[in-house]
């Protein structure tokens, strides 16, 4: 029993993390159908900046988050305004190739500052809870809680605000929307702040929980949450969301009943299976062109 | 005829270029890990190497055959991958037409690069690569005649820590979680489940990920569920801390033991109190009484402010057995070089005593096991075959 619930906390955790990444993708998605590939390396920058702030200058944990969020949403804005910005108008094809570029520039920047894996120091003492054989860390609880705080608040954002309403608006028709007096390029540009500060905070939550960081550390888990986003739905927020505990639950599932080994082969196996079934991911709806 | 000057000049120019390498300078061939997954180990490898060279030319340079030459590096990156080390083996041997090469020290590199200086018969000598496969040829398994390592081999390593879990920590029920898409990783956890066995012991669980994953809860909680009584752990440096401190905090108190790939100092930062008390294999050890050693110790911390690791000594134990073997040959040719390295014995290294027999070339030492302890590598006992 205790072994079951330990493995579901783990589920949790990982997805939880998938989920803030994905978000990343699928806001950009939504506004300018474009996969922003550079965002697992502005997650591994949020990382980064968690390691600055908190090895080299000492700060507590509430100043380490802002600064890791506010850098990387500062990123994800210049990013957006000096290499997406002047191919907006230009085949989609040149904007994936130029976003493929950003990430291997960030990557090899930062990897030429500092190509060792660094440590990053405790921000918050760990404390184990043991309930008969069930540990629960109190980082795990940290990660979870606020990646759910922070779902909740985009998903008001989003829903509730003016700000939010342009954004979906500006989702379903970028051409017409300036006509109605919607500031787009500021939209678009708080649009990436969003996703990119997600992606900072998820950074990180993920150099407290993993404290090994290392400039290659977005690749991967960015191609995951990228597929996360994909299975939810891409450009559907909700869905991104779903689709991070999603691929959390399969990894951990296909990890708990089959060798290790077998871990990634057998949750993309099932991932491509449900997208042969559900080609717009679970909650994404098919984009019909008007002639 | 202007065109028939110009051919003229560029031929000069290319004679010129061709002469500069001189007849007193030999060229010698580094590759190491500089960038990629494990730069620590690539510049440790370059460190000594450079105070290897530094020491032989401050010296008037190598007698070969009653003449001095001076020794010229040509370093090279393999940024840890396979592709990489092979072109910069090439590029070493074509282009700088290099007398032996040092290196790569991974052997995911070491063995594509082996195969290269195996058919351009250059002598290779690998410090670190612990995988069968960089000194024997897979498909025919027969020894590679130039191809040569410092270090002893991972069967070796693999049986003697599984000897000594089941000795030394009198644990009969091990688990194993390690990197699958390392090679060298691979072949340690399973000799070492295989002598394990043999040996009367039970594996749990043999768990794997694949590299650059930092989630290892879900492999750590499958191991605790089976209740081993130490876990093996032949995974890099980088790794390491992670897994550790996942171990902890799923409650998991027994020993854990790592092999080879431990033995990088940034371990013990990337660390910090989580590593205490844990063994690991090592080919090297700074506070070892043997001959040489402080000596070696020394002149590395003067002028790189660090203790050498694994990798600077296994690289200046390279370079060694090179100058030894050059010195015993008469004149400065690949061929003669190699034949001298297989007859060297009892070589007095920094890693131990290094002896190689005649058509292998995998060397005969000792397995040092270090214990981390008060925040150091510390000795803890040598293992002799």
């Avoid at chain 1, 090895?55 to 850098?71: E, S, T, W, Y």
């Avoid at chain 2, 040092?102 to 995988?131: D, L, Q």
């Avoid at chain 2, 992670?242 to 020993?255: D, F, N, S």
């Avoid at chain 2, 014995?345 to 214990?371: A, C, R, W, Y």
Wanted: hydrophobic share 45%; glycine share 10%; net charge neutral.
């Amino acid at each position: 029993m205790a072994y079951i619930s330990q493995q579901l906390l783990n589920m949790l955790q990982l997805g939880s993390i998938y989920a803030v990444i994905a978000l990343g993708y699928t806001m950009v998605y939504g506004v300018l159908s474009l996969i922003n590939f550079a965002h697992g390396d502005i997650f591994m920058v949020g990382a980064f900046l968690c390691f600055i702030a908190a090895g080299k200058l000492h700060m507590p944990f509430v100043p380490v988050i802002l600064v890791a969020v506010a850098g990387t949403a500062l990123l994800g804005v210049g990013v957006e305004r000096f290499a997406y910005r002047p191919l907006r108008d230009a085949p989609k094809v040149s904007a994936i190739i130029t976003a493929l570029g950003v990430g291997v520039f960030i990557e090899n920047f930062t990897l030429a500052l500092s190509p060792y894996p660094r440590h990053v120091p405790e921000i918050l003492p760990v404390v184990n809870w043991n309930f008969s054989g069930l540990t629960v860390s109190s980082i795990q609880v940290l990660i979870v809680a606020l990646s759910i705080g922070l779902m909740v608040v985009l998903d008001f954002i989003v829903r509730k605000t003016s700000y939010g309403m342009a954004m979906r608006a500006l989702s379903w028709d970028i051409k017409t929307l300036p006509l109605m007096g919607v500031p787009v390029n500021t939209i678009v540009a708080l649009t990436f702040a969003i996703g990119a500060g997600f992606g900072g905070a998820a950074g990180t939550m993920y150099a407290m929980a993993f404290p090994v960081i290392d400039p290659y550390m977005g690749i991967m888990i960015g191609w995951k949450a990228f597929i996360a986003a994909v299975v939810g739905g891409i450009g559907n927020i909700r869905g991104a969301m779903l689709g991070g505990y999603i691929l959390g639950a399969v990894e951990t599932l296909a990890t708990v009943a089959l060798p290790s080994t077998y871990r990634d082969f057998v949750a993309f196996t099932l991932l491509l299976i449900l997208l042969v079934f559900r080609p717009n991911g679970i909650l994404g709806v098919p984009k019909t062109i008007k002639v | 005829m202007p065109r028939l000057y110009g051919s003229a000049l560029i031929l000069a120019l290319l004679l010129l270029g061709c002469t500069k390498a001189d007849e007193n300078t030999i060229q010698i061939g580094v590759i190491a890990e500089l960038t990629g997954d494990i730069p620590a180990v690539g510049a440790s490898c370059k460190n000594a190497a450079e105070m290897a060279v530094k020491a032989v030319n401050t010296a008037g340079g190598i007698d070969i055959g009653g003449k001095k030459y001076t020794i010229k590096l040509q370093v090279e990156d393999s940024a840890g991958r396979a592709e990489q080390a092979a072109s910069a083996a090439q590029k070493l041997i074509t282009r700088d037409k290099v007398i032996a090469v040092i290196g790569p020290n991974a052997s995911s590199g070491a063995i594509p690069a082996s195969e290269i200086a195996e058919t351009s018969k250059v002598p290779m000598i690998s410090p670190w690569s612990t995988n069968p496969k960089t000194t024997i040829d897979p498909r025919t398994g027969k020894q590679k005649s130039y191809v040569f390592r410092a270090c002893y081999m991972d069967s070796f390593q693999g049986s003697v820590l599984a000897a000594f879990a089941m000795g030394h920590l009198k644990a009969k029920r091990a688990a194993t979680l390690y990197d699958v898409t390392s090679e060298v990783l691979k072949g340690q956890a399973e000799v070492f489940k295989r002598t394990l066995e043999e040996k009367g012991g039970t594996i749990t669980g043999v768990e794997t990920y694949t590299a650059g994953n930092k989630d290892f809860t879900v492999q750590m909680t499958k191991i605790k569920n089976d209740n081993p009584e130490l876990i093996f752990l032949p995974t890099y440096y980088s790794d390491v801390p992670l897994q550790v401190r996942q171990a902890k905090m799923l409650g998991i108190e027994v020993p854990i033991l790592g092999s080879d790939a431990w033995g990088s100092h940034d371990l013990l930062a990337l660390c910090g109190k989580d590593c205490e008390g844990y063994f690991f294999s090592s080919h090297f050890s700074a506070n070892s009484t043997a001959p040489g050693v402080k000596k070696f110790v020394d002149d590395y911390k003067a002028i790189y402010g660090s203790i050498p690791d694994d990798v600077a000594a296994l690289t200046y134990d390279s370079f060694g057995i090179l100058f030894e073997a050059m010195k015993k040959s008469a004149k400065p040719a690949s061929e003669d070089i190699k034949n001298a390295i297989q007859k060297i014995t009892g070589f007095q290294g920094v890693t131990g005593n290094i002896t190689f027999h005649e058509g292998s070339g995998d060397p005969e030492k000792s397995v040092v096991i270090l214990q981390i302890k008060d925040g150091e590598f510390k000795w803890f006992a040598d293992i002799k075959p």
